[in-house]
């Protein structure tokens, strides 16, 4: 069954260091996609990104870039020169093309950017 | 505007009284889904939609019921209410192409509905 895993409940920097959220998934499938969704403390949920399981190229979005690896079915998020604006419940999601039109969400990293 | 609404946005209501939170997106999606959110569960998948009239099951279907009437709405039906749903509820739509009808795109979340049953 798919899963996906945010091991890190809640973590705290201080502004201007690099942070890693990480994101371990499960799938039997060959086709899936995987995502990561911000949630601030307005409380709304923002789309950062989307990855097919066949596009294994990292990607880098200004401060964030996005470290895709299936040979350890984890897609990590890392924010660069962290800024209190990034301070946000994190999410990571996995959807499987043949199983289901289901998508799973991880339980979430609650990151909280110091001043 | 693109985007999703739900009504309302917050509701305190009692146990066994039944109620509907509306969800209406413009975008077109044929994709809608809903979530509930819940401290230290994160997202879980309630129901879903992948046309008008198609519906299943996410993975907490238990004491819900959805519908897909029109293609820009998608209501959350709760006949009879209990205080474990008490929740934070958001509906969301995404587009499918042609080759993958599903959840495969960017979601497009509402603002949320804060429910609270007592």
């Known amino acids: 069954a798919q899963k996906v895993t945010q091991a890190q409940t809640e973590i705290s920097v201080v502004e201007k260091e690099d942070v890693t959220l990480d994101c371990v998934y499960e799938t039997r499938d060959t086709t899936y996609y995987l995502f990561w969704y911000k949630q601030p403390p307005s409380g709304e949920l923002v789309f950062l990104i989307r990855r097919n399981s066949f596009d294994e190229q990292n990607e880098i979005s200004g401060r964030y870039s996005w470290n895709f690896q299936k040979s350890t079915s984890s897609f990590n998020f890392t924010i660069t020169a962290s800024q209190v604006v990034d301070s946000a419940v994190y999410f990571c999601?996995?959807?499987?093309?043949?199983?289901?039109?289901?998508?799973?969400f991880g339980k979430g990293t609650r990151l909280h950017i110091l001043p | 505007e693109a985007q999703v609404t739900q009504n309302p946005r917050y509701l305190i209501t009692v146990t066994g009284k039944k109620l509907t939170v509306t969800c209406s997106q413009n975008?077109?999606?044929?994709?809608m889904s809903w979530y509930r959110q819940d401290p230290g569960l994160g997202l879980r998948q309630i129901y879903y939609s992948m046309n008008v009239e198609v519906t299943d099951k996410g993975d907490v279907p238990e004491g819900y019921k959805v519908s897909r009437k029109e293609k820009r709405n998608f209501p959350l039906i709760l006949e009879s209410p209990s205080p474990n749903q008490t929740s934070l509820y958001f509906c969301?739509?995404?587009?499918?192409?042609?080759?993958?009808?599903?959840?495969?795109?960017?979601?497009?979340f509402g603002p949320g509905t804060r429910l609270t049953v007592l």
């Open positions: 999601a996995l959807s499987e093309l043949w199983r289901d039109d289901k998508i799973i």
């Open positions: 975008m077109n999606h044929e994709y």
């Open positions: 969301a739509s995404a587009w499918s192409d042609r080759e993958a009808m599903g959840p495969y795109n960017e979601q497009f």
